[in-house]
């Protein structure tokens, strides 16, 4: 679907307040809020969209965000995913005039198929911790075939070191000690905390810190550039702890075949307690 081509509807409600001040806008199917802050990591892909020209960008569980909004601002074609389709006609009808907008709903990692090496760039911001283990490593692994040679992915991602995360602490650090291969996924959220908020999220959840989103996308192929923790700046008060609140992560393809890349996971044990689908 292309934008221009949406259905008539009532307009989308503003990303901002009345005074101009973003708000957090929940999503229509309990995965969170829409981002009305531009964080630095997807500033930084928003900035990268510039150079894009007509190679198109990828925009993975893009809902009706600010990022992708400003992505389109840039000029660059963006192909934008959700998987659920009412956000992504939202962003049709928040996008500005003459934006080149395709759509693609579906499940990622599962429904999205790219030529190899036609995507300038990949963005995927607060969406891994609704994937196990599996599918953010098949996700990598065909984002790295996607990109073009030299092409990035920006990925920002939920960390354990949220004050609401308070209760799993203790066995993040277990798991962490123990080798598992991915030691913040949480099966049944409310075993180790309890929040209003969490209403709005599915019952697992799978957090990450910048070792094991590093470790990660090395063995997807791709280099890492930057891996770095941080703390939004619309993070709601009584999340935040001390500045470690969000991942990011900026990784190219490698520029030519068989240049040699570091692969994450040989020194980690397979048989990880915390990995659901192994
Ligand atoms: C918390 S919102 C983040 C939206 C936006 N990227 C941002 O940073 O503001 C998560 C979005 O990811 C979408 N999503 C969750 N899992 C997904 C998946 N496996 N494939 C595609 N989209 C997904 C949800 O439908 C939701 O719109």
Known sequence: MRCGSSPESTPPRSLNNPDGRPRRVLTRNRMGWVSAEVSELSRAWVEDCRRAGETPVLDIGAAFGAACLEALGTGARVIANDLHAEHLEELERRAPAGSRLTLRPGHFPKDLFFEPETLHSVHISNVVHFLTGRQLE???????RWLKPGGRLYLQAVTPFQAIFEGFWEEYARRVEAGVR???????????????????MPRAVHLLDDVVLRRAAEAAGLR??????????????????????SVALIARAPEEAGEAVERGFEHVAADGIADPDR
Not at 138 to 144: D, E, K, M, Q, T
Not at 226 to 233: D, G, P, S
Not at 234 to 244: H, S, V, Y
Request: glycine share 6%; aromatic share 12%.
């Open 138 to 144: 098949r996700g990598l692994a065909a984002v790295a």
């Open 182 to 200: 991915w030691p913040g996924y949480i099966a049944k959220l409310s075993v180790y905390a309890r929040h209003r908020q969490f209403s709005q």
């Open 224 to 245: 890492v550039e930057r891996c770095w923790l941080f703390q939004r700046a619309d993070q709601p008060k009584e999340i935040r702890l001390d500045g470690r609140e």
